[in-house]
C-alpha cells in the first residue's frame, strides 16, 4: 500500500433480493432456479442464470457437502464396456457412502437439453459424464450450484478447464501394430473408431507411428473408421479381407469391432490366428471368452471410472487439481488370436478361396 493512499472499500456482495428485482421476477422464482425446480418458464429460467453468474453467485457449499449421490451419465448404458465404468464409479462411491444414479441421454458428444433441468433439481454431489464436452451454458449451471463434472475419456478435445480422465490411446494403437510387426506381419489393417471422435484418431496416429518407425509402407485403403460395435467391424472387415491384396492381420479399434473381425472372418473360411491374426482394444471380460481368445489393448476402464469419481470428490471439497486432465497407461494382452503370418502358397490359397 502507498503511504497517503487507502483502498477502496470492497464491493458488496450482491443479494438474491437485488437479483430478483433485476431479473423483474420474485425472490421465490430466484429460489426455485436456484433450487433447481422445473416450474419455472425457459425464459425467466434464462435470464436468472444470466443474472447468476454474471454476478458470480454459488449455491452454498454446505449444501453440496451433503449430497449423497453421484450421477454417471452415457449416451448409451447398453454396452460392455459401460459396466466397467459403472462398477469403478461404484467402487469409490460405496467408499465414501454413497449411491450411484445412471442416466442416459443425448448423442456421442454431449447429454440432451432436458438432462440439465433434471440434474438440478437432483442435485448429486458431482457428475461423470461419458461424452465429448459438455455444452458451455450446461457447464454455468452446474458451476452456480457448485455441482462438479468430470469427463471420461473425452472423444474430442475438451478446453484445458474441463476435468477429464482418459488413457494413453496413441500408446495403445502403436503397441498393439507392434506386436503384429514383431509377428512378422507387413501388411497390417486398422478399424478404428468414428473418425470425429479423438480416441479413434489417437489409436489410428500409433498405429501409423508404428508402421513408420518400421519402414513399412501405409496403404490408405488399409485405414478404416467404424463405430466400435460389432457390425462396425463385421463390415469393414468382409471389404478388407474380400480384397486383391488382402491383410494377413487387422487392429480393431475395440474389442467388439475385432469380435466382428472374427466373425467375418469365420464366414469367408479364413483361420484365426493361422490366416489372420487379430488385435482388439478395451480388453472387456468378452474378449477372454471369445474362440480364439482375443489378444487386445487393455484400456483400465475401471481405474478411469475410479479416477474420474475421485476426482469429483476433491472438486466437490474445494480442492483444485493442478492438471485437470489424466491420462491412464494401457497396456497389451496377448492371448491367442495373433501368430506369425502364413506362408506366401498358403495365403495365396486362402485367397482364392474368399474370391470364390
Not at 497517503?4 to 438474491?16: A, D, H, I, N
Not at 449411491?99 to 442435485?123: F, K, Y
Not at 510387426?181 to 480416441?199: F, K, W
Not at 506369425?340 to 485367397?351: H, L, S
Request: charged fraction near 20%.
Amino acid at each position: 500500500m502507498l503511504w497517503g493512499m487507502s483502498l477502496p472499500p470492497p464491493e458488496p456482495r450482491v443479494t438474491l433480493a437485488q437479483l430478483a428485482a433485476a431479473a423483474g421476477v420474485s425472490l421465490s422464482t430466484i429460489s426455485k432456479v436456484l433450487n433447481g425446480r422445473t416450474d419455472v418458464s425457459p425464459t425467466t429460467r434464462a435470464k436468472v442464470e444470466e443474472l447468476l453468474e454474471e454476478h458470480g453467485y454459488r449455491r452454498r457449499k454446505a449444501s453440496a457437502a451433503k449430497a449423497c449421490l453421484v450421477e454417471l451419465v452415457f449416451h448409451e448404458l447398453e454396452s460392455a464396456w459401460a459396466l466397467e465404468l459403472i462398477r469403478g464409479v461404484e467402487n469409490v462411491a460405496r467408499e465414501h457412502g454413497m449411491s450411484v444414479v445412471l442416466t442416459e441421454t443425448g448423442s456421442r458428444h454431449a447429454p440432451g437439453p432436458e438432462w440439465i433441468e433434471g440434474v438440478m433439481s437432483r442435485r448429486p454431489a458431482g457428475v461423470v459424464l461419458v461424452f465429448s464436452d459438455l455444452p458451455q451454458d450446461f457447464r454455468a449451471k452446474l458451476d452456480a450450484r457448485s455441482i462438479p463434472f468430470v469427463i471420461i475419456d473425452p472423444a474430442g478435445d475438451p478446453a484445458p478447464d474441463v476435468p477429464s480422465v482418459g488413457s494413453a490411446n496413441w500408446a495403445g494403437g502403436m503397441m498393439a501394430t507392434r506386436h503384429l510387426i514383431d509377428l512378422g506381419h507387413t501388411r497390417i489393417a486398422a478399424i478404428s473408431g468414428p473418425e470425429d471422435m479423438m480416441c479413434s484418431l489417437a489409436r489410428i496416429d500409433g498405429y501409423r507411428s508404428a508402421m513408420g518407425m518400421a519402414s513399412l509402407p501405409i496403404d490408405p485403403e488399409l485405414i478404416r473408421y467404424g463405430n466400435f460395435h460389432v457390425d462396425g467391424g463385421r463390415d469393414h472387415a468382409f471389404s478388407l479381407l474380400r480384397a486383391p491384396h488382402p491383410p494377413t492381420a487387422i487392429f480393431a479399434g475395440s474389442d467388439l469391432q475385432a469380435l466382428g473381425v472374427l466373425d467375418a472372418a469365420r464366414q469367408i473360411g479364413l483361420r484365426v490366428p493361422e490366416e489372420l491374426s487379430i488385435v482388439g482394444y478395451d480388453d472387456l471380460q468378452l474378449a477372454q471368452w471369445s474362440s480364439p481368445a482375443l489378444t487386445t489393448v487393455h484400456q483400465p476402464l475401471i481405474q478411469m471410472a475410479e479416477e474420474a469419481t475421485r476426482m469429483i470428490l476433491r472438486l466437490r471439497d474445494g480442492e483444485r487439481p493442478n492438471n485437470l486432465r489424466l491420462d491412464l497407461a494401457t497396456s497389451l494382452v496377448v492371448r491367442q488370436s495373433t501368430a506369425a503370418p502364413p506362408a506366401p502358397p498358403a495365403r495365396a490359397a486362402g485367397a482364392a478361396q474368399q474370391r470364390a
